[in-house]
């Protein structure tokens, strides 16, 4: 008597079954055009899951299986779905690319199950810090002034223990982006811990804390950013994402040993700033219209310079926003990526095996057109750079120098040929960063006094007279409101210097002129210095004096009694239609 094995039938049925879906899935695949995967034979990561919840997920039958670097592998039921794409779109807006993968649902219910594997409680791994819950969204929406997030930080801190540092951690961040701060600072002194935000480029005092939490909150700080818990005593970096409105938002943290413990600084990348246009970034027409043309070049080298946070890398990446074509490959060597760019190579150094100098090699293999190069540090760089802008690229990179003259002396210094540069340069900017007047408050003053004549002397020395304003009496200094946090000042927007290679220029480069000479020279190319372009921004009511005095010498080569003299000759020449009469 043969025994009908009913287990054994099932088993086979359902085996039966799942050849069948999946093969229904490959076809599909083909149809579609997308590759096809069954996730009953490859590894789910966790931590590719969490980019989307699990209700999300459901309903648009999708799941993100895995993640290589900003790269997102996501398995789908049907590609052309309404909710797929919308998926796909807000995860390329964070800088992710995406490939999709036809799947059965029997895939689908495999990676759904991974979700129990994730804490709910705490949205958290190590690298990575993931707030785009309601919560912490909601608490950025409801904060909208310095006031805001000071008060609900002090109210953080009077929390019981067990809530308080993980929760303090993602309200100083939540507040430090509401109110787009760029670095948030943890200093530890003697007896308390003073927190500050670096507000439109100057530090503003938020909360003193316990020393007791400061402990805690190190530690938490550590661990998202990737960084050794029992390292005390020398310094570490490390980062860490922050996804809010589906906008990934990266975190840069500086851990540094110091008298009465370890300082935290964390700098705040968001991508939002980048997505400016070059007509926006504050420069002048003349200027504007130069950069347009030496930008159209396939080849050459175009420099900015200026102290660090002055924001020479925010306008590298706006220059390559303008040029970027599908026609073109362009690739950065940078320390480290700050913004992802969709559609261009990035490539990070680890300041070890991989350098600026040979990640600027191994990228001259690539075939590019475009090479962006983070900083020029060393001579190896500064010749491998050279060589290529002379080879048929267009170099874009930054030098440490105060001002665009300075650039020439400074390439000698690091061992370029003198001869070379004149070839291989098209131009070099300077730029420095201040703060614009609050529109809300801002007060208009009568210019006067010691500051009238420096003003005349200024505008005395720009060569192009049409963009001197014919009536010039007042100026506008900073006021307090609400909207500005009290702070008198709003964003801030940049002054520009630049230098283009001529005949003259070249020559005086050749014979190694000092910085001061090819300055002088290139007063005949009419185009404005930081100290005029900033007195032309203080004149139509974008900043202060005292603001622009704070990131630009203003009196530097001025002599007092020749000041004077400029003044009083030019009233004597023109006293009715003198630019800064009062009559």
Not at 6 to 25: G, T, V
Not at 103 to 121: D, G, T
Not at 273 to 290: C, F
Not at 481 to 497: A, D, F, M, P
Request: net charge neutral; hydrophobic share 40%.
């Amino acid at each position: 008597m043969i025994k009908f094995d009913e287990e054994r039938q099932n088993k086979k049925l359902a085996q039966l079954r799942h050849r069948e879906e999946e093969d229904l899935a490959r076809t599909l695949s083909v149809k579609y055009g997308v590759k096809y995967v069954d996730l009953s034979r490859v590894a789910i990561n966790t931590n590719a899951l969490i980019h989307l919840s699990e209700e999300k997920s459901r309903a648009a039958e999708v799941a993100i299986f895995n993640q290589v670097s900003k790269k997102l592998s996501i398995a789908v039921r049907s590609p052309k779905k309404i909710e797929v794409g919308a998926i796909v779109q807000g995860l390329e807006k964070r800088g992710y690319t995406t490939e999709l993968y036809m799947v059965s649902v029997a895939s689908l219910e495999r990676a759904w199950v991974m979700y129990k594997e994730i804490s709910h409680a705490a949205e958290v791994k190590r690298g990575s810090v993931d707030i785009s819950s309601d919560e912490l969204q909601s608490t950025v929406a409801k904060l909208k002034t310095f006031e805001d997030v000071r008060a609900l930080i002090k109210e953080v801190l009077n929390m019981d223990k067990a809530h308080r540092v993980s929760r303090f951690v993602e309200t100083i961040l939540a507040g430090a982006i509401a109110i787009d701060a760029s670095d948030i600072h943890i200093e530890p002194e003697e007896k308390y811990v003073r927190l500050r935000y670096r507000l439109n480029g100057v530090l503003t005092d938020v909360v003193n804390f316990d020393i007791d939490i400061y402990n805690l909150v190190l530690s938490r700080i550590k661990l998202v950013s990737g960084l050794k818990l029992n390292v005390r005593d020398s310094a570490q970096d490390g980062r860490f994402s922050v996804g809010i409105d589906n906008v990934d938002t990266e975190i840069r943290t500086s851990i540094l040993p110091d008298a009465y413990g370890e300082s935290i600084v964390m700098r705040i990348l968001n991508p939002q700033s980048i997505k400016i246009s070059i007509d926006d970034i504050g420069m002048n027409p003349k200027l504007l219209a130069i950069v347009k043309r030496e930008l159209k070049k396939p080849n050459g080298m175009i420099l900015t310079t200026g102290p660090t946070g002055s924001g020479k890398t925010t306008t590298l990446y706006t220059f390559l926003s303008k040029i970027h074509t599908s026609e073109i490959k362009i690739i950065t060597i940078e320390d480290p990526v700050e913004y992802h760019l969709p559609g261009i190579v990035q490539s990070q150094v680890d300041g070890k095996d991989y350098t600026f100098a040979t990640g600027l090699r191994a990228a001259l293999r690539q075939d590019p057109d475009v090479i962006m190069v983070g900083e020029i540090r060393d001579e190896e760089v500064a010749r491998t750079a050279i060589h290529s802008a002379l080879t048929g690229h267009l170099v874009l990179s930054t030098l440490h120098t105060n001002t665009a003259a300075g650039a020439f002396p400074r390439l000698i210094d690091l061992g370029v040929v003198p001869n070379v540069i004149g070839s291989a340069v098209n131009m070099v900017m300077a730029q420095r960063l201040v703060r614009t007047l609050c529109e809300h408050c801002k007060k208009e003053v009568p210019l006067q006094g010691e500051q009238k004549k420096l003003v005349e002397y200024i505008l005395g020395t720009i060569e192009i007279k049409e963009q001197i304003p014919e009536k010039i009496d007042t100026v506008w200094e900073p006021g307090q409101c609400s909207k500005c946090n009290h702070l008198g000042y709003g964003k801030r927007v940049s002054i520009y210097e630049a230098i283009l290679m001529d005949k003259k220029i070249e020559q005086a480069v050749e014979r190694k002129a000092s910085e001061r000479e090819i300055a002088e020279i290139a007063r005949s190319q009419g185009i404005l210095t930081l100290r005029q372009d900033g007195i032309l921004k203080v004149i139509r009511g974008i900043t202060s004096i005292r603001e622009l005095g704070r990131v630009v010498s203003l009196n530097d080569s001025i002599d007092q009694a020749e000041l004077d003299k400029v003044f009083e000759e030019r009233v004597a020449e023109n006293p009715i239609h003198n630019p800064l009469s009062n009559t």
